[in-house]
């Protein structure tokens, strides 16, 4: 709202303490140690998501094809899967508006367009559900073990059939992409029609459970190690509250 020159203004007159040379390097050196670690483990979690990403592919038949091209050895010759729209397997109804000052206090998660986004006492649906962005972070797939509170940014995932296996259509719809369905405007946006209009193929209920399983086991590892990634880096942001000094005159 300013045209004030912040530099020359302020920032440059500012005192912090600053350290001789001796105690730079080995503050440096702890702390860039750390960064190192938390680089490695940065590229762990990413590796692993693109592994899964390449797995996906192979397990789920591709564009304009009924047949994975990696199958499981007991459904080798079971034959094509179905091609079905997404609007015959599922409904996307609506999240339910619930303001930060009207939560109270407890630990259901609140589920926004990207995920967990607070904690309210009381749950709109139960779990284990799927959770998707419809503005925000749209298109963005969350599946969430517990019951939620999925809040009006969101489209959660009612199952139209019963013999489809809930955790399997987390990973088709993940699968789909569903940013590139977002429609572009002023506030971007995902419009449940456009997902229902979706071909996608399914296969027998006994393989789904087998693909869900597999690529579960794979989710459960990257959980584990962006939860050490996370962990580091809060280590990181501690350690350098005690090494500088907070107070600056």
Same mark, same amino acid.
């Given at each position: 709202?300013?045209?004030?020159?912040?530099?020359?203004?302020?920032?440059?007159?500012?005192?912090?303490?600053?350290?001789?040379?001796?105690?730079?390097?080995?503050?440096?050196?702890?702390?860039?140690?750390?960064?190192?670690?938390?680089?490695?483990?940065?590229?762990?979690?990413?590796?692993?998501?693109?592994?899964?990403?390449?797995?996906?592919?192979?397990?789920?038949?591709?564009?304009?094809?009924?047949?994975?091209?990696?199958?499981?050895?007991?459904?080798?010759?079971?034959?094509?899967?179905?091609?079905?729209?997404?609007?015959?397997?599922?409904?996307?109804?609506?999240?339910?508006?619930?303001?930060?000052?009207?939560? +109270?206090?407890?630990?259901?998660? &609140? *589920? @926004?367009?990207?995920?967990?986004?607070?904690?309210?006492?009381?749950? =709109?649906? !139960? #779990?284990?559900?799927?959770?998707?962005?419809?503005?925000?972070?749209?298109?963005?797939?969350?599946?969430?073990?517990?019951?939620?509170?999925?809040?009006?940014?969101?489209?959660?995932?009612?199952?139209?059939?019963?013999?489809?296996?809930?955790?399997?259509?987390?990973?088709?719809?993940?699968?789909?992409?569903?940013?590139?369905?977002?429609?572009?405007?002023?506030?971007?946006?995902?419009?449940?029609?456009?997902?229902?209009?979706?071909?996608?193929?399914?296969?027998?209920?006994?393989?789904?459970?087998?693909?869900?399983?597999? +690529?579960?086991?794979?989710?459960? &590892? *990257? @959980?584990?190690?962006?939860?050490?990634?996370?962990?580091?880096?809060? =280590?990181? !942001? #501690?350690?350098?509250?005690?090494?500088?000094?907070?107070?600056?005159?």
């Amino acid at each position: 709202s300013q045209h004030k020159r912040h530099w020359i203004g302020e920032f440059q007159h500012l005192k912090i303490p600053f350290p001789p040379p001796k105690e730079q390097q080995k503050i440096a050196h702890c702390l860039s140690s750390l960064d190192e670690v938390i680089g490695l483990q940065a590229k762990k979690v990413q590796a692993l998501k693109q592994h899964k990403k390449g797995l996906m592919q192979q397990l789920f038949p591709a564009e304009g094809e009924t047949t994975p091209r990696l199958r499981f050895p007991e459904f080798r010759e079971a034959g094509a899967w179905d091609k079905q729209r997404i609007g015959d397997l599922l409904s996307l109804e609506y999240g339910a508006p619930l303001p930060e000052g009207s939560r +109270l206090e407890g630990d259901i998660p &609140v *589920i @926004g367009s990207n995920g967990v986004v607070g904690y309210h006492s009381e749950p =709109l649906i !139960k #779990g284990p559900a799927i959770v998707i962005g419809r503005k925000g972070s749209a298109g963005q797939v969350s599946w969430i073990d517990s019951p939620c509170y999925p809040i009006d940014t969101t489209f959660f995932v009612d199952l139209s059939r019963k013999d489809c296996q809930l955790r399997f259509i987390y990973l088709l719809l993940e699968h789909h992409r569903l940013q590139e369905l977002v429609r572009e405007g002023g506030v971007p946006g995902l419009n449940r029609d456009d997902v229902y209009a979706v071909k996608a193929t399914i296969s027998k209920h006994t393989e789904q459970q087998k693909i869900a399983h597999c +690529l579960s086991s794979l989710d459960e &590892v *990257i @959980g584990l190690e962006s939860h050490k990634l996370d962990a580091l880096k809060n =280590l990181k !942001k #501690g350690l350098m509250q005690q090494l500088f000094p907070q107070d600056v005159a």
